[in-house]
Structures are given as C-alpha cells and as structure tokens.
C-alpha cells in the first residue's frame, strides 16, 4: 500500500541565508579559493577544536593528501577497515600502497580492535592506519591510538561521516596525525561536494596546502594580495589541483553559522526512533557507548536481531540478506527510501579481484553489507514524515 508522502533518505538543509551567500562570489568575481574558503577553514577549526583546517574539493582528496602529507608511498601498507566507504581504500591505491583489510565490530560497525591487534602482531611493514568514524561514530580512537603507538605507525581519521562525533571534549578527527571530512549531500553539513582535513601538526598542514594548490608556494589569494602578483609563485613539488572554489566555501560559512541547530534536529530524530523503534526484535538498533557522542551522519539499523551476531556462514547470511531486501522493496513502495549502510569494499569486484580475497575473509563487514539497513534521517523532518515511516515499519514487520 503505497503512502501519498515521498521521503527520501536524506535531504540537505538549506535556508535564505545558503542562497543569499552564495551570491557573493559571484557579485565580486572571485570565485576561486579564496576569502570564504578561509573563513569556512576558521570555523570548522573552532568548531573541531582543531588547529589547522584545509579545505579540498572533496573527502577523497583529502585523504589522498593526508595520506601523502604522511609519507605514504609505493609498497607501503595501511590499515583501513572493510567495511567502509570504497573511497578510503581508493585514497590508500592512490598512492600505490596496499589496503590491508580489518574486520568490524558488528555492534558499532567501527573497526574491531582484536582484528587490529592481530594485524599489528603478524602484519610487517604497516605505514598507517585509518580508522573510519563511519555514519557518526567515533571508532575507538583512544584505544586505537594506544595499539598503535609502539609500532610507530601513522594514523588518518576518515571522518566523512563524522562531523560534531565526539569522545569526551575530543572532536573525530583530533585523535591521529590528521583527520578527513566530506560535505557531500547526504552529510550533516554540504557544500554540494567537498571535503576538510583538520591536524595539529604545522609541518602536516603546510604539506598539504603546497600540494592542494599545484604545489604552489603561495595560494592565488595570497599571491592577489601581495606587491608582484604578476609573477607566478614557485613550485616545488607535484601537486594536485584539489581546491575548494568560494562559491562551496560560501556555502559552508553559512552552514556551519547553523551546524547546532542541524545537529540538535538530528539528534533529535534519532532518539525519537531510537523509542519508536525500541520494541522492533528485527532491528538492532545503533549503540552508544559511554562518552560517546554520536553525530547520526545515518541511522543504521541491522536487519536480523540478536541472531545476526551468532551467524557464522554465508548462507545464513544470504537468507536473511533476501528478507532485508523484501523489507526495504516494500517501504519503497509506499514511498520510503532505504539504503544499505554501505558496502563490504572487500566485496567488490576491484579488490576482491586483485587481492584474491574470499567474502568470509571479513566475514562481519560482509554480515554488515548483507544486512544493513539505513532508515531516512534530515534535519528538517517533519512530525509527519517520521510518523509515515514508523507506521509502514511497524505494517511491513
């Protein structure tokens, strides 16, 4: 039966302020990197509690440039878990290192630290880990942080999802040498498409804005600002032209000006399903752990219950996966968009392929790809829509 209402799975917030903006630029001219941009990297630093923050085009790039900024390189290996994103196990190619796959826990869908142990143990010659901040959670970064300590291994956060993710008063994205953020549309914040990489370190930051600009020495800002900006600035390593234009960074002044008020919505919603959803023994609800705060880039439920967490073989898997299925074709008939978490890069063809890798190898990420289900979530939300969809839940189980 399908509902005359159509809710999709997510939806940028956008007011008159975004569209007022987003004029400026284009009534100055300036429509490259520039002075917006530089505000947008100011106040994502206040916000993160971050010291340094440099604007990309996108959260791909930035963990690219991160991971170069680091020192990674042809032949190395980094850590990154399977089930994530396939843009930060392409960010990890980019360089001509080799992913090295780790398994999650199914209970926060972050990388499981036995798994990480274990790696660390027999693994020779890890580079870097980059532990995902995946649909809002901080991974256990504090943890993670110890683990890795004594093997003298870098660490990226790829924070897509994490934006105003927390433990204790440390934003995603402070724990290691730098952390990654995207302003896709289906993140907290956009800026259409986007991305952010916060550090402490000095040297890091100065890396990564030489390589974001060409390898430039100065930005064009800078060089426009300054006596002889006829002449061209040096460069003096190969860059990449990964810049954000004014007209994004606008945008992401503007967003960032109603980041509490985005994120308190959100939450917000979240905990009503969190009730709502509460007595629904087919969903495993998301978890929190103390100390934790959890932004909800997603909410993302696993479809199964308790018994997901003793299945230990494909076919199991495979017959409750055709019930997710079913689940979710049913509420997009009545109008209710779905999605899986996000899939089991492991799984796909191109590393599945070229590393010669068996889905049990992991085998939680692949119960997650299997069985994850994201109901939709955006700030502005209205009563009714959320009340539409926990009532063809609740008709559909």
Known sequence: ???????????????????????????????????????????????????FAI????????????????????????????????????????TGAVPI?????????NIDLNCLEYILEHEKGIKAIMPVNLFGLCANMNDIIKMVEKYNIRVIEDSACGF?????????????????????PRKSLTTGEGGMIITDNPEIAQKIRILREHGASKTDLQRHDSQNAFLLPNFG????????????????????????????NRRKIAGAYNEKLKNISQLVLPVT????????????????????????????????????????????????????????????????????IQYQDYFRSYIADKLSISLPLYPQMTIEEFECIIDSIYRVL
């Open 101 to 109: 796959f780790c398994d999650i826990n199914l209970k926060n869908f």
């Open 164 to 184: 105003d993710s927390w433990i204790g008063d440390k934003h995603s994205g402070t724990f290691g040498d730098c952390g990654c953020f995207s302003f896709h």
């Open 55 to 94: 604007a990309t085009s996108n959260c791909t790039t930035a963990l690219h440039l991160g991971l170069i900024a680091l020192g990674v390189g042809k032949g190395d290996k980094v850590i990154v878990p399977s089930f994530t994103y396939i843009a930060s196990a392409n960010a990890i190619e980019y």
């Open 289 to 356: 752990e103390e100390r934790f705060k959890h932004g909800y880039q997603s909410y993302v439920c696993l479809f199964g219950g308790e018994e997901v967490f003793k299945m230990n073989c494909i076919e199991e898997v495979e017959k409750m996966s055709k019930k997710r299925n079913s689940f979710m074709q049913q509420l997009e008939s009545m109008g209710i968009s779905t999605r899986q978490g996000t899939h089991a890069v492991h799984t796909l063809e191109y590393y599945k392929s070229k590393y010669q």
């Open 237 to 264: 390593v190969l860059g990449y032209n990964y810049r954000m234009t004014d007209m994004q960074g606008a945008l992401g002044v503007s967003q960032m000006k109603k980041a509490d008020k985005i994120m308190l």
């Open 1 to 51: 039966m399908a509902n005359d209402m159509r809710i999709p799975i997510s939806k940028p917030y956008f007011d008159e302020e975004d569209k007022n903006i987003i004029k400026e630029p284009l009534e100055s001219g300036w429509v490259v990197q520039g002075p917006f941009v530089s505000e947008f990297e100011e106040r994502f630093s206040d916000f993160t509690k971050s010291t």
